[in-house]
């Protein structure tokens, strides 16, 4: 079976239909949810971890892997999955902003991400 991991902190659920499509092209949308780096983690301990869920990902064999997150942990994780040949993706968003004025005056900001495609690391 052809999977496309989704491994951020955003479940594929939550996404816009765009975006599962996009995925969908890759094979069965798969969440292995983000892991919670703690601030005072050394480099190395990121790194560990960086390789045990690279172990964990590439045992299912994935066809792309989506990963955004803490930086350090994406850039360790990235470097691995590359190095083993599996295709690692982002997220490409726009940024809608809109400006409004509220019944007290004040002004209000709304933005909203629009999913755009999958760009490779």
Known sequence: MMEF????????SRW?????Q??????????LPFPRIPAD????AVHRLAEENAQEILAR?????????????????VCLLK??????????SERLVRERTDENGEIVRESRFVFRRFRAY
């Not at 991991?5 to 594929?12: K, L, Q, R």
């Not at 996009?22 to 969440?31: K, L, N, Q």
């Not at 983690?41 to 190395?44: I, K």
């Open 83 to 92: 190095a083993a040949g599996i295709a690692v993706l982002s997220a490409c």
């Open 61 to 77: 064999k994935p066809m792309a892997v989506l990963v955004q997150g803490e930086f350090t942990y994406t850039f360790a994780l």
């Open 41 to 44: 983690w050394d480099a190395q």
């Open 16 to 20: 816009e239909e765009g975006q599962r």
């Open 22 to 31: 996009a995925a969908e092209a890759y094979g069965t949308i798969v969440d």
């Open 5 to 12: 991991i989704n491994h951020t902190n955003h479940p594929s």
